[in-house]
């Protein structure tokens, strides 16, 4: 199916000479004088090759037929990670190549979207927020100000991040799953 380039998001699969290639970022640039372009950066699914492309915003380009679902992430091990169709209890097994940088914020029973193309994964698009406990920070230094001094935090997935002066050791916070940025206090 044809779309055209400015309509691509990350996670999306295209067929390109013959090749699936999967989404990694797209970027529209509306340069002052010019046309406007598509910036593409998609990784190869068959061998993992990552390639930059550029396309003109209007341009047409050949969509893959993708089946999109939800599923459930159960667990990791030797094989990859493993995620069940909570319709049909079948369970896929993803390659770490597939999960890429998103790993660390996989926890047990999330629900992700996965791309599946004549039965194998080949991308993965998260929630776009998940809770962690702070496993280490900073001790609250008084008289320090909320207002935009940041203190270095990590949490319970080993992913470092910048927390506000009042969070403390054991509490939960939510986090953007796209850069482990931090968005507030947990309410659970």
Partial sequence: MKVIASSL?????????GKLYV????????????TPVTQLDMRRISDGVKISE???????????????????????????????????????????????????????GMAVELALHEGIAISIVLPQRASFEVV??????????????????????GVRTSVPPHITVGTRVVVMTVD????ERAKD
Wanted: negative net charge.
């Fill in 136 to 157: 280490d920070t900073e001790p609250v230094t008084k008289g320090q100000t909320a207002s935009s001094s940041y203190k270095p935090a990590v949490l319970s997935n």
């Fill in 23 to 34: 989404i990694l970022s797209a970027e529209n640039i509306h340069p002052g004088k010019g």
């Fill in 54 to 108: 550029r396309y003109r915003t209007t341009e047409q380009v050949e969509r893959a037929h993708v089946e999109e679902r939800e599923h459930t992430f159960l667990y990791h091990d030797g094989e990859g990670f493993h995620f069940m169709n909570p319709e049909t209890y079948d369970q896929v097994a993803v390659p770490e190549s597939v999960v890429g940088d998103q790993a660390p914020y996989l926890q047990e």
């Fill in 180 to 183: 482990g940025s931090y968005v």
């Fill in 9 to 17: 998001r990350k996670g999306n699969v295209v067929d390109k000479d």
